[in-house]
Antibody, heavy 120, light 107 residues
């Protein structure tokens, strides 16, 4: 069974940092892009960013609202991706999901989400 | 690329046909647009990729189409489990974007 498990969420103050992890099992992420998507309570989906596969130089891309504050990375030896969030703002409060697309099987794998709350 | 979904809310009964629209502000290269279904408290579920290809395990009552910058998700006969929020998503151009969603609610 394929699972993506996010961890690392919690309550932080504005300006602080947090690092989320996305650990995969039952599926090897090395050939896949790993995306992070967030969703504030009662709101729609927002693409945060992605790290491409090593074959594409692990290039990273980000949404405009998080660029220069968030960094996505991957460690294929641990089958895990990361989202480092710095200079957090109250508007970053959301559930954060990691997502991987399995092209061979035409399916997405999503984690269960981890909640980040930024509040003073 | 800004994706605009319409309508915001669609109220229908089981057995009816649902037509959801997603308009892109510019061309979506190679029709790299997908559709997701999301139910409360759950992660989104991929329905359609590349505008018209059903994801694995998705019933054939779901279909997608494209015409220029306009994309459509059609559910031919609504099943009670289909009432949810639907999002379109373009993955052709960074930054990737989602539409704001269509809430498909039961009459």
């Amino acid at each position: 069974e394929v699972q993506l498990v996010e961890s690392g969420g919690g309550l932080v103050h504005p300006g602080e940092s947090l690092k989320l992890s996305c650990a995969a099992s039952g599926f090897t992420i090395s050939a896949s892009n790993v995306n992070w998507v967030r969703q504030a309570s009662g709101r729609g989906l927002e693409w945060v960013g992605r790290v491409r596969s090593k074959a594409k130089n692990s290039a990273t891309e980000y949404g405009d609202s998080v660029k220069d504050r968030f960094t996505i990375s991957r460690d294929d030896s641990k089958n895990t991706a990361y989202l480092q969030m710095n200079s957090l703002k109250t508007e970053d409060t959301a559930a954060y999901y990691c997502k991987v697309h399995d092209s061979a099987n035409r399916v997405d794998y999503w984690g269960q989400g981890t909640l980040v709350t930024v509040s003073s | 690329i800004v994706l605009t979904q319409s309508p915001a809310t669609l109220t229908l009964s089981p057995g009816e046909r649902a037509t959801l629209s997603c308009g892109a502000s510019q061309s979506v290269s190679s029709n790299k647009l997908s559709w997701y279904q999301q139910k409360p408290g759950l992660a989104p579920r991929l329905l359609i990729l590349d505008a018209s290809t059903r994801a694995t395990g998705i019933p054939d009552r779901f279909s997608g189409s494209a015409s220029g910058t306009d994309f459509t998700l059609t559910i031919s006969r609504l099943d009670p489990e289909d009432f949810a929020v639907y999002y379109c998503h373009q993955y052709a151009t960074s930054p990737l974007t989602f539409g704001q969603g269509t809430n498909l609610e039961r009459k």
